[in-house]
């Protein structure tokens, strides 16, 4: 069964870079139809979609965000990771990764248990 | 970018009863749209994806309908697990969007 786990700082400084990284076990990050996502949900909020990394390195970034984030995986340790540059306040969230995962549609499943990142000096 | 809205933004059931949340798209997302449930502390759990396939595990009491803007989840008879936030996400364009979310709630 394919499972998820975020990991990284917990606090970071207004105007530094968030960095996280997704850990995925019970498969391969190179399966084919298995994308790679981003979401994050600021406390009481809703959800909002950061973006996927797809097959042959394509990428889709939400463009309310696509000039400060980065996503990229590194297929040796299984694991995806996620950089948001210049963050302030407004990026303190809970931040999760999920598979998005393709047939004739596309759906997150799974999720990771999310991780709280909170922006402050 | 595609807006979801989501209707009512609480609904207030009692155990047994049924629940019906929606969802509309600002435009068609065709049949390309999912629903999640999430309880407090939780990431959120797929339910439905292309409008009306139930994910693994999901039992029948929980159903989704609905294609173009206009989309349904159904749950026939409420169990106290039910109690959660729903969300709407459709995939047909990017940015992916979601709904605010359906509060369902102890009535």
């Known amino acids: 069964q394919l499972q998820l786990q975020e990991s990284g700082p917990g606090l970071v400084k207004p105007s530094e870079t968030l960095s996280l990284t997704c850990t995925v076990s019970?498969?391969?990050?190179?399966?084919?139809?298995?994308?790679w996502g981003w979401i994050r949900q600021p406390p009481g909020k809703g959800l909002e979609w950061i973006g996927t990394m797809y097959d042959n390195g394509r990428r889709h970034y939400n463009p309310s965000l696509k000039s400060r984030v980065s996503i990229s995986v590194d297929t040796s340790k299984n694991q995806f990771s996620l950089k948001l540059s210049s963050v302030t306040a407004a990026d303190t969230a809970i931040y999760y990764c999920a598979r998005e995962r393709a047939d004739g549609t596309f759906w997150f499943d799974p999720w990771g248990q999310g991780t709280l990142v909170t922006v402050s000096s | 970018e595609i807006v979801m809205t989501q209707s009512p933004a609480t609904l207030s059931v009692s155990p047994g009863e049924r629940a019906t949340l929606s969802c509309r798209a600002s435009?068609?997302?065709?049949?390309?749209l999912a629903w999640y449930q999430q309880k407090p502390g939780q990431g959120p759990r797929l339910l439905i994806y292309g409008a009306s396939t139930r994910a693994t595990g999901i039992p029948a009491r929980i159903s989704g309908s609905g294609s173009g803007t206009e989309f349904t989840l159904t749950i026939s008879s409420l169990q106290s697990e039910d109690f959660a936030v729903y969300y709407c996400?459709?995939?047909?364009?990017?940015?992916?969007?979601f709904g605010q979310g359906t509060k369902v709630e102890i009535k």
């Open positions: 996400q459709q995939s047909n364009n990017w940015p992916r969007t």
């Open positions: 435009q068609s997302v065709s049949s390309n």
């Open positions: 019970g498969g391969s990050i190179s399966s084919s139809s298995n994308y």
